[in-house]
């Protein structure tokens, strides 16, 4: 008995003093990583990802996925966080859910992608919730449901995310899964709007323009508008272009307007497009050019 006690003690001491040697590895090769050494991050992650590391096969997954210190690839990348979305890693179980949805290192396939996304959701990782809302939203992979869009929407506002407070607000703004509610559009637009996004920006500029669940208010549109056009959101800059086109919230001005619209057409938003070259039947040779030497000065100065 004595002999059974004493056995059992030391393959515990051996257990524990395992684990110790793992973690530190595993402590070893995230500092690597930190440091931008990658090299040596991949050398020590790679045994400990062999051994069923959760940890270590996200990380590789990542590298991988980054090409960071090896060339780029989205096979191994995708092979790793497959592992580690095995052993119920949220992180890695979205990470694979954006992989089949932007069709990176596997065929695009939005079922699989919406079945890696709910894992993780259902973990609770609000990326996953809100690119789960989105697939109901859009009716990819699953049935187009607006109910469960915004379920999941309000499941990832509610944690934060910026994305999905502001699919929130546009979905209460539309009346789509829910009561359609002006008031709380511009609740959860702001929201989005406050942590920097420019599509929550554009929102607010929007229902403030249009005097939804607000007063209105032309003046507060062109801020919140220019906000956004300042991030390079090509909607916003063409809303913009329309403000200046018509003197709403600031005194007409076509040159302005013609700049803005140019900005945004630069993205490939056909709109602006068509807006900049109507309005440039209205205007001088030498206010097209003031326009255009605008244009360039404020591409310039605003790199994306």
């Given at each position: ?190 929201r989005a ?50 403000m200046y ?21 630069s993205s ?37």
């Amino acid at each position: 008995m004595a002999f059974l006690r004493t056995l059992l003690l030391m393959t515990g001491l051996v257990f524990a003093q395992s684990v110790a040697v793992h973690a530190d590895a595993f402590d070893d090769a995230a500092a690597a990583y930190e440091r931008e050494d990658y090299t040596s991050a991949l050398r020590l992650m790679q045994p400990l990802a062999s051994l069923g590391d959760v940890r270590a096969q996200s990380y590789l997954g990542l590298i991988y996925g980054l090409g960071q210190g090896v060339k780029q690839d989205y096979s191994e990348s995708g092979k790793w966080y497959r592992k580690a979305a095995a052993q119920g890693d949220s992180y890695s179980q979205h990470i694979l859910g954006n992989m089949y949805y932007l069709e990176h290192g596997v065929k695009q396939d939005y079922t699989e992608a919406a079945k890696w996304y709910r894992k993780a959701a259902d973990q609770g990782f609000a990326e996953a919730q809100q690119m789960l809302g989105v697939m109901y939203s859009r009716g990819k992979g699953v049935l187009q449901d607006y109910t469960e869009a915004a379920k999941w929407y309000r499941k990832a506002a509610g944690q934060g995310s910026a994305k999905a407070q502001r699919n929130l607000g546009f979905m209460y703004s539309e009346g789509k899964g829910v009561p359609q509610d002006h008031t709380k559009a511009m609740d959860w637009y702001r929201r989005a709007a406050d942590q920097g996004s420019a599509e929550g920006q554009t929102g607010v500029g929007m229902l403030h323009q249009q005097g939804f669940g607000v007063p209105q208010d032309n003046d507060l549109a062109a801020q919140w508008y220019r906000k956004a056009a300042d991030q390079g959101f090509d909607r916003a800059q063409g809303l913009l272009g329309v403000m200046y086109q018509y003197g709403k919230g600031m005194t007409q001005d076509y040159v302005q307007a013609h700049m803005w619209y140019n900005i945004a057409a630069s993205s490939g938003y056909r709109i602006a497009q068509i807006a900049r070259d109507k309005i440039a039947k209205r205007m001088t040779p030498a206010q097209i050019a003031e326009a255009q030497r605008m244009a360039r000065e404020w591409v310039a100065k605003h790199p994306q």
